[in-house]
């Protein structure tokens, strides 16, 4: 399984489909708050997971309930209920997808499609279930259930493993020791400018606001971009950081996040002045 899965991180030739598809999904999803919407943006966690608990009940349920008797009204309500559910999760999917690098959009059309096969086959269950033919109806169900595990299955081995949709500055400060540490001058921080500066190797971006500094880590948490090398920019009002690589836009005050398709907040580390020198600890 192990080799499989490396094959298909590495697997060059779905890149040209991958490609043509990522181009429609920009096309059909043209506005910035479109694509916040299905970030999660608003919720400040990503959309997809949470959409996806809707059809995997329902599915599971619905399989449990066709090895009982006297189960099928409930049995096929499910279906219908996981299959209608499936297409807001597959809409969300598809636009975290398309923000991907590419060795995990190999894995992630992939696990699209076996998602899809499993949508498919639910879709024909509950059609033959409405028909009255219950036992091809358990049938289809069952098959679907097994490609949706599936593509489960990879739908873990992308975050787990590739770091798809996980936060991936948050890691970095396992690197930060205990207690205040010295990061500069006061005085010597310029006002409404980006910099960087390193912590135990841990590069964090500061911004100095008057008497107000804001410390966060400086890789996005969407993809690890150099928030230091970022656009410092104004939303609503707010001063915020546009990260260079997939525009994820958060707050230089808080790090919450604005745009996506980072759906979760920057981290932000507490300040203090001593003597001058600006200090920083992990929360």
Same mark, same amino acid.
């Given at each position: 399984?192990?080799? /499989?899965?490396? &094959?298909?991180?590495?697997?060059? *030739?779905? $890149?040209?489909?991958? !490609?043509?598809?990522?181009? %429609?999904?920009?096309?059909?999803?043209?506005? &910035?708050?479109?694509? !916040?919407?299905?970030?999660? /943006?608003?919720?400040?966690?990503?959309?997809?997971?949470?959409?996806? *608990? /809707?059809?995997?009940?329902?599915?599971?349920?619905?399989?449990?309930? $066709?090895?009982?008797? @006297?189960?099928?009204?409930?049995?096929?309500?499910?279906?219908?209920?996981?299959?209608? %559910?499936?297409?807001?999760?597959?809409?969300?999917?598809?636009? $975290?997808?398309?923000?991907?690098?590419?060795? *995990?959009?190999? /894995?992630?059309?992939?696990?699209?499609?076996?998602?899809?096969? @499993?949508?498919?086959?639910?879709?024909?269950?509950?059609?033959?279930?409405?028909?009255g033919m219950h036992g091809i109806g358990r049938i289809l169900g069952w098959a679907g259930l097994s490609a949706a595990s599936g593509g489960a299955f990879l739908g873990g081995h992308l975050a787990y493993k590739m770091g798809a949709g996980v936060n991936q500055a948050v890691p970095e400060l396992h690197r930060l020791d205990e207690g205040w540490h010295p990061v500069a001058d006061l005085g010597a921080l310029p006002e409404a400018s980006l910099v960087t500066r390193k912590v135990n190797d841990v590069p964090v971006l500061i911004y100095r606001d008057g008497d107000r500094v804001t410390a966060m880590l400086e890789h996005c948490g969407h993809q690890g971009g150099p928030l230091g090398e970022g656009d410092v920019t104004k939303v609503d009002g707010l001063v915020c950081v546009v990260c260079p690589w997939h525009g994820s836009t958060f707050r230089l005050d808080n790090g919450e996040v604005v745009h996506g398709p980072s759906a979760t907040d920057q981290q932000t580390l507490p300040t203090r002045v001593m003597g001058g020198v600006l200090e920083i600890r992990l929360p």
């Open positions: 399984m192990r080799a /499989v899965l490396t &094959r298909l991180e590495q697997a060059n *030739q779905l $890149d040209r489909v991958g !490609d043509q598809i990522q181009r %429609g999904i920009w096309s059909a999803l043209p506005r &910035r708050w479109m694509r !916040d919407l299905l970030h999660g /943006v608003w919720l400040g966690h990503p959309l997809h997971p949470v959409l996806v *608990q /809707v059809p995997v009940g329902a599915w599971t349920a619905s399989a449990i309930l $066709d090895l009982l008797p @006297g189960q099928r009204r409930a049995a096929t309500t499910l279906v219908a209920v996981g299959t209608i %559910g499936a297409v807001p999760a597959a809409i969300a999917g598809w636009n $975290d997808w398309a923000s991907l690098s590419q060795a *995990q959009r190999r /894995v992630g059309l992939v696990h699209a499609i076996a998602n899809g096969i @499993g949508v498919a086959l639910y879709g024909a269950s509950l059609g033959t279930r409405l028909s």
